[in-house]
């Protein structure tokens, strides 16, 4: 008899169990727990400005190379590596022997000259007044005459080649012919140079020039988007360009692309740009490098949160909503933007569709969902 009550209770509570509804209805666990609810939005068109950011290298307005006419023994070095220089100032100072040999040779040539004219006049001027009188012929006049004209003649030779001298010596002053800031000087006091030696390089920094590279396609959609029939027409309506310099901090002043090269490299690919910015204050130097940035506004534009996507194989997926009870899966295109929180979609989403926008780590195409309006 008891038996028999043992086994019908086992039944008993086999049914209850099998029979019971809810979430609890397994005592022991792993019950379905229904759909979750998710945030969403509506996605509307609206104004966003971008940046397309490129590595660049500054260079000086004219990087000039500072070479002695002469040559002769580094004299004296007078300005340092680095130094802000103005136009015409002496930057070294040449031992020439051969120019001063050449000067004082000249002169010397000027002093016998002026002693054959003199004493060709006085030829002149005593003759003169014989031949006047018939006392002598009138060829023999013109004869020192002739004297006179030559000697006149080789003075002015000699003044010329003395002059030529002089301006040889001045060249033992090695001067800069622009303002700008001295680079690296490679000699030193004593060193003998000549023509073919670099003495240094004056970089002109009133302007210096940022040269970058861009791949075709953004070439393409850089022209694209600008008002104008030719090229320079287009690259006279490019917006100012920004210049994040090395350490992270942005260069007060806005460039301005001024040329873009005629043809693309077919090793890399690219077009090359060259953009000029303002620098009265010599902040940037030559050799220096950076990052330009070049705004792009666009109307119209689909603006989502970063956190509503997640990558799969270097490709961006996003959730719509099916129904309001079901997460579809959509392979998007999308550009950052310049605070690398958002994206602009360029393709698969539009104005309209609604999408999840947050717990992206748990969901899947196909996935119900309660969604948050």
């Not at 007078?78 to 040999?101: H, M, Y």
């Not at 000699?187 to 861009?214: D, K, P």
């Not at 959609?221 to 029939?229: F, P």
């Not at 603006?303 to 997640?310: E, G, H, L, S, Y």
């Amino acid at each position: 008899m008891n038996v028999k009550k043992i086994v019908f209770g086992a039944m008993a509570l086999l049914i209850m169990v099998s029979c019971g509804g809810g979430k609890n209805a397994n005592p022991f666990g792993g019950g379905d727990e229904g759909p979750q609810a998710y945030k969403t939005t509506v996605l509307a068109e609206q104004s966003i400005e971008l940046e397309t950011v490129y590595p660049a290298t500054i260079k000086g307005q004219e990087d000039i190379e500072i070479r002695p006419r002469i040559d002769g023994f580094i004299d004296a070095i007078l300005v340092d590596e680095g130094s802000v220089v103005s136009k015409g100032q002496t930057l070294f100072r040449i031992n020439s022997p051969s120019a001063d040999q050449a000067v004082t040779t000249a002169a010397a040539a000027v002093k016998s000259a002026e002693a054959q004219v003199e004493t060709a006049q006085l030829n002149v001027d005593r003759i003169a007044p014989l031949a006047e009188k018939n006392i002598v012929s009138v060829t023999q006049l013109s004869t020192y005459q002739n004297a006179l004209l030559a000697a006149k003649a080789t003075l002015d030779q000699a003044n010329a080649q003395l002059t030529n001298a002089k301006a040889t010596k001045s060249w033992t002053n090695v001067t800069s012919p622009v303002s700008g800031v001295v680079g690296t000087i490679d000699f030193r006091q004593g060193s003998l140079v000549n023509s073919a030696n670099t003495l240094t390089t004056v970089s002109s920094i009133n302007n210096v020039f940022a040269y970058f590279s861009i791949n075709e396609k953004e070439f393409v959609n850089l022209l694209s988007g600008l008002e104008g029939k030719t090229q320079a027409e287009k690259i006279k309506n490019i917006p100012d360009i920004t210049l994040k310099m090395a350490d992270g901090s942005i260069y007060p002043e806005k460039g301005k692309i001024k040329t873009i090269t005629g043809q693309v490299n077919v090793n890399t690919g690219t077009v090359n740009l060259r953009a000029e910015f303002p620098n009265s204050q010599g902040i940037l130097r030559s050799g220096f490098s950076g990052n330009v940035s070049i705004p792009r506004h666009l109307q119209n534009a689909i603006v989502i949160p970063q956190d509503a996507t997640k990558t799969q194989q270097n490709k961006y997926l996003a959730y719509k909503t099916q129904g309001d009870t079901i997460a579809v899966q959509t392979l998007i295109s999308v550009i950052a933007t310049p605070d690398g929180k958002s994206y602009v979609v360029t393709d698969g989403l539009k104005a309209g569709d609604r999408i999840i926008v947050e717990g992206m780590v748990t969901m899947a195409d196909g996935k119900k969902i309660i969604v948050e309006k």
